[in-house]
């Protein structure tokens, strides 16, 4: 049976294909959308339909940015000797915030995981290897610390080392099994200041 009109069960219907909102987190959305004044509605559906149209990835680090280059591969304060890869650009934001990175990054979008099917060609390695032509001292793989992210790592070492970049792993700070994103600046911080070479 139905309940609602048909578009607030279209609404909640959309709502809740979105990542970690169920069927009542939906319902409360889509009741608090509706009471919205319609401006506000507008602001809201308008920013995610920009943000789809002009998003694209960064031509060097393949994070999401709104020019050809992301602010951080633009920027002459950085060190474009040091390329720190990342899984997703939200562990590429909690990096920054540590404020103590001052190298450049490279965010795969992924990692290798046979068990899910995601392969070397699914994510962004090919692009990071098209960076290596150019003057890079290191390498510092910072993906997850569990299954899929040190696979990820112990294959990019296999790739660069032979290129004779140095290749280093974030150190075991970071719990096993963590997601980096949760993880608090400090830590963050002293799991890079103590990175082992691979
Ligand atoms: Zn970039």
Not at 67 to 96: F, T, W
Not at 150 to 176: C, E, F, H, M, Q
């Amino acid at each position: 049976m139905e309940f609602y009109s048909t578009q607030i069960s279209n609404l909640i219907e959309q709502l809740s294909k979105l990542p970690g909102i169920g069927a009542k987190s939906a319902q409360r959305l889509a009741f608090h959308i509706v009471n919205l004044p319609e401006e506000q509605v507008k602001s809201l559906a308008g920013a995610m339909v920009n943000a789809k149209a002009k998003v694209r990835y960064c031509k060097e680090c393949c994070t999401y940015t709104d020019n050809e280059l992301c602010p951080i591969c633009a920027s002459g304060q950085r060190d474009h000797k040091y390329i720190m890869v990342v899984e997703n650009p939200r562990d590429l934001a909690a990096y920054e915030k540590t404020g103590k990175y001052e190298g450049v990054y490279h965010v795969l979008h992924g990692a290798i995981s046979p068990m899910a099917g995601t392969g070397p060609d699914d994510i962004r390695l090919r692009e990071l290897m098209a960076r290596l032509g150019k003057d890079v001292d290191e390498v510092i793989v910072a993906t997850n610390k569990n299954l899929e992210g040190d696979t990820t790592a112990a294959y990019i070492s296999k790739l660069v080392k032979p290129l004779g970049i140095k290749v280093s792993r974030i150190a075991s700070g970071v719990p096993a099994g963590g997601d980096l994103e949760y993880i608090d600046e400090v830590t963050l911080y002293r799991a890079l200041e103590g990175r082992t070479d691979m």
